[in-house]
């Protein structure tokens, strides 16, 4: 049974922007944080962004500024949008789900972001 799924990587150059997208099943989006997590070939998967179920967000460090974490609870969907995009922010990047403050309970296959130089 399939609860995330992930859309919108691809291959952009530096300084571009993507839009990634998660659609969840219901039973695991309400009342539940959703999140945005990464890994790079040979680097342990790092947070990217979270957001609660009332809209409280957190963010690497390494993004902040550029990045930005959305949730639409009448669509079940949650976004990030990614602006000035650089190299190092190529990786798999997964879509998350569970409660604020501990380790999500759900995962999505994840989406293959490459920002070229």
């Known amino acids: 049974q399939v609860h995330l799924v992930e859309s919108g990587g691809g291959l952009v150059q530096a300084g571009g922007s993507l839009r990634l997208s998660c659609a969840a099943s219901?039973?695991?989006?309400?009342?539940?944080?959703m999140g945005w997590y990464r890994q790079a070939p040979g680097k342990q998967r790092e947070l990217v962004a979270r957001i609660s179920s009332s809209g409280r967000t957190i963010y690497a460090d390494s993004v902040k500024g550029r990045f930005t974490i959305s949730r639409d609870n009448t669509k079940n969907m949650v976004y990030l949008q990614m602006n000035n995009l650089k190299p190092e922010d190529t990786a798999n990047y997964s879509c998350s789900a569970g409660r604020w403050g501990l380790r999500p309970d759900y995962w999505g296959q994840g989406t293959q972001v490459t920002v070229s130089s």
């Open positions: 219901g039973s695991i989006f309400s009342g539940n944080s």
